[in-house]
């Protein structure tokens, strides 16, 4: 069964960094646009941030714009999220996911279990 896995998630101080990492068991990652999207509980899940497939078309919600970076390293079919400056409320459960294009987020089909992250002093 094709799986997207998160990784990278963990407990971070308010101002702290974390790179979250997408990959993907058997299925062509690197093909396909990839986006971060988070949830809060009792909170819908929202986009934070997409990736076309060539790495050259990039889209960030506006409360990652400026803190976050996503890339991508199609040879190692895998997708990147580096979060900076973290702050309390970007503490939520993380998505990658993908079959789906970046100017519609409520487009993307296939999704990993996700990964939490909490900032927290």
């Known amino acids: 069964q094709v799986q997207l896995v998160e990784s990278g998630g963990g407990l971070v101080q308010p101002g702290g960094s974390l790179r979250l990492s997408c990959t993907a068991s058997?299925?062509?990652?690197?093909?396909?646009?990839v986006a971060w999207f988070r949830q809060v509980p009792g909170r819908e899940r929202e986009g934070v941030s997409c990736i076309s497939v060539s790495g050259d078309k990039t889209r960030y919600e506006e409360t990652a714009k400026g803190r976050f970076t996503i890339s991508r390293d199609n040879g190692k079919k895998t997708v990147y999220l580096q979060m900076n400056s973290l702050i309390p409320e970007d503490t939520a459960v993380y998505f990658c996911a993908t079959e789906g294009t970046c100017s519609a987020w409520a487009s993307f089909s296939r999704w990993g279990q996700g990964t939490h992250v909490t900032v927290s002093s």
């Open positions: 058997q299925f062509p990652l690197d093909i396909y646009s």
